[in-house]
């Protein structure tokens, strides 16, 4: 490969929205934080080390009764309000630019509650509201 001598159509993907299958038994709730397994089905985030954090669900989707992969679930990947946690796990303005953690499918911490808890993504702000939490899997808050 050699560097460009000319413009170029470069293929991109407009929005933010993603879909993905979801889990078994498995109900995710519009607003809700979604997250992907260790199997890599969707599902609604909890308390587990082993979830990535991909956005927050558009709609409703109800797998409650279904096997993984029965029903696909759609999710934006962006900057969302979210509930925060209390005590000395309140995401407070000296966390902004930090990581922050799930602790279920609204609520999120500022720490990981002694290795219990995966990233959740980046606080952006904090307000009397709940916490402004920056979700993509791929802004390198995994790392």
Not at 31 to 48: D, F, K, L, R, W
Not at 69 to 75: K, M, R, Y
Request: net charge negative; hydrophobic share 40%; proline share 2%.
């Amino acid at each position: 490969m050699t560097a460009a001598t000319k413009n170029r159509n470069t293929p991109t993907r407009a929005g933010l929205r993603r879909a993905g299958k979801v889990a078994a038994a498995a109900h995710c709730f519009a607003g809700t934080i979604a997250v992907q397994n260790a199997s890599g089905y969707v599902e609604p985030a909890s308390t587990a080390t082993t979830l990535i954090a991909l956005g927050v669900f558009t709609a409703e989707a109800d797998n409650t009764n279904g096997a993984d992969g029965d029903v696909v679930a759609e999710f934006d990947r962006g900057c969302f309000r979210l509930a925060n946690s209390a005590d000395a796990d309140a995401i407070t303005s000296a966390d902004i630019g930090k990581a922050c953690y799930l602790v279920d499918d609204q609520t999120v911490a500022k720490t990981d509650g002694t290795a219990s808890r995966s990233k959740a993504g980046i606080v952006d702000e904090v307000d009397d509201l709940g916490v402004w939490v920056r979700i993509d899997p791929t802004s390198g808050v995994l790392v």
